[in-house]
């Protein structure tokens, strides 16, 4: 699963995720703490990789991305224009 993790000049950061098939995600934003969490799999997280500050991917037991955990999410990023888009292909190939 391609991802790419960029952080730009005023602090902002685009966390680019490349999916290929079928996803089952929920997206959760708890105001209180600031926290944004991106849950990709109905899997436990049983390894984690802060990949760039405040930013904190999950891993499964295989090592398959499970979620991506966002703090001082607001800071990060747009909370109020945040969207997700998904491609439903089964498989990519290459030209």
């Known amino acids: 699963m391609p991802l790419r993790v960029v952080t730009l000049e005023d602090g902002k950061t685009v966390i680019t ?3 290929i098939g079928d996803l089952d995600h929920e997206t959760k934003y708890d105001q209180i703490t600031d926290s944004l969490y991106i849950h990709l799999a109905d899997r436990p997280s049983v390894d984690s990789d802060e ?3 405040g930013v904190v991917l999950d891993f499964d037991e295989n090592g398959a ?5 966002v703090q001082h ?3 990060k990023a747009d909370i109020q224009n945040l969207s997700l888009l998904h491609l439903p292909l089964r498989e990519l190939d290459a030209a």
Not at 65 to 69: C, F, S, T
């Open 17 to 19: 995720l490349f999916l």
């Open 51 to 53: 990949v760039a500050d």
């Open 65 to 69: 991305l499970v979620g991506i955990d």
């Open 73 to 75: 999410a607001s800071q």
